[in-house]
């Protein structure tokens, strides 16, 4: 008998090791013994706000529903979540969830959890794989939206200026789909008009210290920066550090654009010290529960939920700011 109890816990243990990961909610579903719904969640990492929002609405949003959450940080590495994902797998949970840090590279991993017959569902990011049957719904913001509106505010904001408007971004994650998309769809609509021009564009990985680190190598490198466009807030909270540290003003000398709509974003906005915001909600907990019970259940769901969002100039946020949940 203890011999039993000594093996469980060391499988267990060994389970967690793997995935690093912890749960929240009852055991239970294909992983524990009753009925409630088993749900591995494989998250990027804790590199912003947004993504910290982000953790806390799929915690509370799986304990609301009873879901069980095998809960997994992959510290912005793909291997890791590919280690979460096969471990997942191994204790045959019931549905798979997961924010894929990169676009590229899940075939063979996704391929693992069909063949284990375990539906995914893709959350927050999207991948790149042809094969579209791996996941069975993907539920998220439209990236290249979020660009574009971006680009809009900038075209409108220098309808009349003559001269040159220099550019420099702060992109996200190498690789990902809100580093990929939200270029591209701010490149397309400023793209229309020769005086926007991009004169420096390095990634800051969607973090506070990295934002502030390329910010300053940018203000030493480029001379005569109009406007910065960082792809989150947490990258344009950085940079704004890095402008101030070279004696500028923040919103007036240099013009700032981010996306996410985070308090910090927000209050920095309100603060005039960013020009205008794009909003990507990080509140997905609910819709990817309801999603995942759906699947379960065998209905029928869109093979795209997009996010509904909006956008924040500085007088919007300072009406927004007493009510805003994150
Ligand atoms: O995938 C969403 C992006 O990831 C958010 O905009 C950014 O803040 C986060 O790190």
């Given at each position: 008998m203890m011999k039993r109890i000594t093996a469980l816990v060391i499988a267990g243990l060994t389970a967690a090791a793997l995935t690093g990961c912890g749960s929240s909610g009852s055991e239970g579903g294909g992983g524990g013994g009753d009925d409630a719904i088993v749900m591995g969640f494989s998250q990027v990492g804790a590199e912003s706000g947004w993504r910290t929002a982000n953790t806390k609405s799929v915690q509370s949003a799986a304990e609301k529903s009873k879901i069980t959450l095998r809960f997994s940080d992959a510290q912005q590495k793909q291997e890791n979540q590919i280690k979460a994902i096969r471990s997942f797998v191994q204790q045959k949970v019931d549905i798979i969830a997961f924010s894929p840090?990169?676009?590229?590279?899940w075939d063979t991993v996704l391929k693992e959890a069909q063949n284990a017959k375990i539906p995914v569902i893709l959350t927050d990011r999207a991948v790149?794989?042809?094969?579209?049957?791996?996941?069975k719904t993907f539920l998220g913001s439209d990236f290249v939206e979020e660009g574009k509106k971006a680009g809009q505010w900038l075209v409108e904001e220098y309808k009349d200026a003559k001269d040159t408007v220099n550019i420099v971004e702060l992109q996200g994650?190498?690789?990902s789909a809100p580093a990929n998309d939200r270029k591209a769809g701010f490149a397309e609509v400023i793209?229309?008009?020769?005086?926007?021009?991009?004169?420096a564009s390095q990634t800051g990985d969607f973090t506070r210290a990295k934002g502030k680190e390329v910010m300053e190598a940018f203000l030493k490198s480029t001379p005569d920066i109009d406007v910065l466009y960082a792809h989150n807030d947490d990258m344009g909270l950085g940079a704004i550090e890095a402008i101030e540290g070279a004696g500028k003003v923040p919103g007036k000398d240099i013009k700032i654009i981010t996306v996410d709509a985070v308090k910090d974003g927000m209050q920095a906005l309100a603060d005039g010290k960013i020009n205008f915001i794009v909003e990507c909600s990080p509140l997905l907990g609910p819709q990817l529960m309801d999603l995942a019970q759906k699947v379960l259940k065998g209905e029928n769901i869109p093979a795209r939920v997009v996010t509904e969002e909006t956008t924040f100039d500085q007088e919007q946020a300072k009406a927004a700011l007493p009510t805003r949940e994150y």
């Amino acid at each position: 008998m203890m011999k039993r109890i000594t093996a469980l816990v060391i499988a267990g243990l060994t389970a967690a090791a793997l995935t690093g990961c912890g749960s929240s909610g009852s055991e239970g579903g294909g992983g524990g013994g009753d009925d409630a719904i088993v749900m591995g969640f494989s998250q990027v990492g804790a590199e912003s706000g947004w993504r910290t929002a982000n953790t806390k609405s799929v915690q509370s949003a799986a304990e609301k529903s009873k879901i069980t959450l095998r809960f997994s940080d992959a510290q912005q590495k793909q291997e890791n979540q590919i280690k979460a994902i096969r471990s997942f797998v191994q204790q045959k949970v019931d549905i798979i969830a997961f924010s894929p840090v990169v676009e590229s590279g899940w075939d063979t991993v996704l391929k693992e959890a069909q063949n284990a017959k375990i539906p995914v569902i893709l959350t927050d990011r999207a991948v790149d794989s042809k094969d579209t049957t791996l996941y069975k719904t993907f539920l998220g913001s439209d990236f290249v939206e979020e660009g574009k509106k971006a680009g809009q505010w900038l075209v409108e904001e220098y309808k009349d200026a003559k001269d040159t408007v220099n550019i420099v971004e702060l992109q996200g994650t190498t690789g990902s789909a809100p580093a990929n998309d939200r270029k591209a769809g701010f490149a397309e609509v400023i793209g229309a008009d020769p005086k926007f021009k991009i004169v420096a564009s390095q990634t800051g990985d969607f973090t506070r210290a990295k934002g502030k680190e390329v910010m300053e190598a940018f203000l030493k490198s480029t001379p005569d920066i109009d406007v910065l466009y960082a792809h989150n807030d947490d990258m344009g909270l950085g940079a704004i550090e890095a402008i101030e540290g070279a004696g500028k003003v923040p919103g007036k000398d240099i013009k700032i654009i981010t996306v996410d709509a985070v308090k910090d974003g927000m209050q920095a906005l309100a603060d005039g010290k960013i020009n205008f915001i794009v909003e990507c909600s990080p509140l997905l907990g609910p819709q990817l529960m309801d999603l995942a019970q759906k699947v379960l259940k065998g209905e029928n769901i869109p093979a795209r939920v997009v996010t509904e969002e909006t956008t924040f100039d500085q007088e919007q946020a300072k009406a927004a700011l007493p009510t805003r949940e994150y």
